[in-house]
């Protein structure tokens, strides 16, 4: 198998991923790694637009497999919203390549796991705020309503902050996968911190 084809699965495979992390399957735990195939694909990616359209990849299959109802509704119609969706996961691709190319994972894994994140957050806020496409639907964030303990970081970084969170994780994850364990060990850590806390926050009484 060559590498673009490789690339093409791993845009595939995320959107999968991030799909089984939202209802009816809630996989919650996926959504920490969903990104991480398609991340690995970008980093790889031999220019912006190749990695802007594994991204729109990625971004169809997830909303095609999260949103088949809408075929209820836009009948033949369907594929052109779900290619809206798809404009999100492009936009973060592109932009994901281009910090690719301007920072040695080596020496700022940290700081480009984290911009991942960002940039991640930074698109679902475009989405949800651009006159004709705002919405808030597939938000990574809403991924984590299946787990209580995580979920109460919500209150103090907003469903923005776990989405960018998932998706610093996914990037790190990927770059423990090129042998950069750092960020993904930091990334669990603070994951656990988090966990800790909501659990703590959970006993509470009423």
Known sequence: ??????????????GLLLAASRPPLALWPL???A?????????????????????????????????????????VWTPALWCVFALGPGLWAALLHASTQRLDAERHGLLWAGGAGLLWAGVECLRATLPGLATTWLALGFSQAACLPLLQSASVVG??????????????????????????ELGLALLGLAWGLGERRLERPP
């Open 31 to 33: 959504a920490w790694l």
């Open 35 to 75: 990104l991480a195939p398609l991340a690995l694909a970008v980093r790889r990616s031999r220019d912006a637009r190749s990695a802007a359209d594994l991204g729109g990849l990625a971004g169809y299959v997830y909303a095609a497999s999260s949103l088949p109802w809408l075929t209820k509704t836009f009948g």
């Open 1 to 14: 198998m060559n590498r673009p084809k490789e690339h093409w699965a791993a845009a595939v495979l995320s």
């Open 159 to 184: 469903v923005v902050g776990l989405s960018a969170a998932a998706a610093a994780f996914g990037a790190a994850a990927a770059l423990a996968a090129e042998g950069r364990r750092l960020p993904a």
